[in-house]
């Protein structure tokens, strides 16, 4: 079985900064794009960031400058930086994972989800 299980996020005041990480575990031959995605109270769920095997990263609009995506493919793992953060961008943040199995079978994998909330 695979998954990916997130770590990071919590309560912050706009201006500060929040890490989130995402790992991916299970029998994984390989993992592909990662990305996160997050969800405010009564919308729909949006991109926030992808980030290639091959490093090729792809931001929202909305958090160009501000957030950074980093990935550590020997570990599987996918961080978001967050600085400079406002209260718009409270919602609760989900990791997603391209994985290919160790049975060659391709798996698109979701995070259970961190909620990240800030204040003014």
């Known amino acids: 079985q695979v998954q990916l299980v997130e770590s990071g996020g919590g309560l912050a005041q706009a201006g500060d900064s929040l890490g989130l990480s995402c790992a991916a575990s299970?029998?994984?031959?390989?993992?592909?794009?990662m990305g996160w995605y997050r969800q405010a109270p009564g919308k729909q769920r949006e991109l926030v960031a992808t980030?290639?095997?091959?490093?090729?990263?792809n931001y929202a609009d909305s958090v160009k400058d501000r957030f950074t995506i980093s990935r550590d493919n020997a570990k599987n793992t996918v961080y978001l930086q967050m600085k400079s953060l406002k209260p718009e961008d409270t919602a609760v943040y989900y990791c997603?994972?391209?994985?290919?199995?160790?049975?060659?079978?391709?798996?698109?994998?979701w995070g259970q989800g961190t909620l990240v909330t800030v204040s003014s």
């Open positions: 997603r994972g391209e994985v290919t199995t160790h049975r060659l079978a391709y798996v698109e994998l």
């Open positions: 980030i290639t095997s091959g490093l090729r990263r």
């Open positions: 299970g029998s994984i031959f390989s993992v592909n794009t």
